[in-house]
């Protein structure tokens, strides 16, 4: 089981002055990253992360700003990968959108996600 208070230190220890905010409901912890910059691909250049980890076991979840576009060919695309229509209603309208990524393990350490999750929008293409 993952420590929210322990989680919180390390995040603002790898994000200072991004605001962070690290809440536990008992089963799942939330972090919210209100600014984090994003590779050259994306317009805008940075997003809201929110991350929803459970506490006991289960598949970590990541969403983004829902207003988040693709450069391609002088063009701003919503990706396929962060499909609307996969994404919990009460968090469309907190302007959120899930991102559809699979990882191989319902085990995976925070930290570990955090890294898939980067490599995984760095080489995000529509």
Request: aromatic share 12%.
């Amino acid at each position: 089981m993952i420590d929210s208070k322990k989680l919180q230190r390390k995040l603002m220890s790898a994000f200072p002055n991004k605001g962070i905010q690290v809440e536990d409901d008992g089963r799942t912890i939330w972090v919210t990253i209100p600014r984090l910059r994003l590779p050259p691909q994306f317009y805008p250049g940075e997003t809201r992360l929110l991350i929803e980890y459970p506490k006991y076991g289960g598949e970590p979840k990541a969403y983004v700003d829902r207003r988040l576009r693709i450069k391609q060919g002088g063009q701003l695309v919503q990706s396929r990968h962060l499909p609307e229509c996969l994404t919990p209603q009460w968090l469309l309208e907190r302007g959120y959108v899930y991102v559809c990524m699979r990882i191989e393990s319902s085990n995976v350490e925070f930290e570990d996600f955090l890294v898939a999750l980067w490599r995984w929008l760095e080489g995000l293409r529509e």
